[in-house]
Nanobody
Framework: QVQLVESGGGLVQAGGSLRLSCAAS????????MGWYRQAPGKQRELVAE???????KYADAVKGRFTISRDNAKNTVYLQMNGLKPEDTAVYYC???????????????WGQGTQVTVSS
């Protein structure tokens, strides 16, 4: 079984910064892409940023230039540095990881429980 545990959410004023972390644990052989999604009230969950095991990162247009995704493969952890936060960034942020459980297995997608980010104006 694989668990993703997020941390770092909270309440911040517009223009402020937060850093989210998501640590994966359990029976992990390797992790391919890791990413952050968010869901605001009444809206669908949307991609914020994604980082593959190798290669270039991907960002939603709304966060380009303000958010930075990074990962520490030794710790099976992905981070999201959020600067210049806006009220419209308010949402529950979810971590996602595509995990390979063994040499012979396919990858499986796991989600974290979510962490609330609230940006006040």
């Amino acid at each position: 079984q694989v668990q993703l545990v997020e941390s770092g959410g909270g309440l911040v004023q517009a223009g402020g910064s937060l850093r989210l972390s998501c640590a994966a644990s359990g029976s992990i052989f390797s992790i391919n892409a890791m990413g952050w999604y968010r869901q605001a009230p009444g809206k669908q969950r949307e991609l914020v940023a994604e980082i593959p095991s190798g290669g270039s990162t991907k960002y939603a247009d709304a966060v380009k230039g303000r958010f930075t995704i990074s990962r520490d493969n030794a710790k099976n952890t992905v981070y999201l540095q959020m600067n210049g936060l806006k009220p419209e960034d308010t949402a529950v942020y979810y971590c996602k990881a595509k995990v390979v459980l063994s040499t012979w297995s396919s990858q499986y997608t796991y989600w974290g429980q979510g962490t609330q980010v609230t940006v006040s104006s």
